[in-house]
Each structure stands twice: as C-alpha cells, then as structure tokens.
C-alpha cells in the first residue's frame, strides 16, 4: 500500500510564503520525479512544478520565479517554497509521485487572501 500525504497548506495574505511537504511511504521502490499540481473547483488540475530524480526541476510560468521545488526522491520527499503568493495562486495543492505507477496525495488547501 502507497501513501501520499502533503502539509503546510494554510491561509496567508497577498505577498506572503508558505512551504509545503510531501512524504511518500509504502511500496515504492524507485521513484523518477515528484510533482506538484494544484486545482481549483470548476478548472482542470493544473502543473506547477516538478522534480526528478537526477535533482533536475521544471516550473509552470505562473510560478516561476516565485516557487522553488526541492526535495530527494531518493527519500520520497518534496517540498514546495512559495513566496510572492498572489490570490490567483488560492487552490487545493497536490502532490504526485511517478514511481511506474503515479500516486497522488489528498491535497492540501492554499488559500491567499487579506
């Protein structure tokens, strides 16, 4: 059984940060990338960032600039840095890891606001 699960979703005003984290456990036995994707009710999930395995990462153009993936896919770890967070950037974030099969977590909810 696989496990995905992101924290440090949360609410924060128009210019602030917030970091979250994915942790995967269970049967996985290699991973090639982590990615993160976020959705909003009504819209299709959308790509924001990824990380692969040789430590190689990708940004969407709404975020670049202003999110940083890191991680180690070694650990079945990532974490997402957001800074300059605009409300446009409110959504639930998930966390997806390819291991030959992709596995998503639940999602965490991001909501940007004053």
């Known amino acids: 059984q696989v496990q995905v699960v992101e924290s440090g979703g949360g609410l924060v005003q128009p210019g602030g940060s917030l970091r979250l984290s994915c942790a995967a456990s269970?049967?996985?036995?290699?991973?090639?990338?982590m990615a993160w994707y976020r959705q909003v009710p009504g819209k299709q999930r959308e790509w924001v960032a990824r990380?692969?395995?040789?430590?190689?990462?990708g940004y969407s153009d709404s975020v670049k600039g202003r999110f940083t993936i890191s991680g180690d896919t070694a650990k079945k770890t990532a974490y997402l840095q957001m800074s300059s967070l605009k409300p446009e950037d409110t959504a639930v974030y998930y966390c997806?890891?390819?291991?030959?099969?992709?596995?998503w977590g639940q999602g965490t909810q991001v909501t940007v606001s004053s």
């Open positions: 997806a890891v390819q291991a030959g099969q992709l596995y």
């Open positions: 269970g049967r996985i036995f290699s991973v090639y990338d």
């Open positions: 990380i692969f395995s040789s430590g190689i990462t």
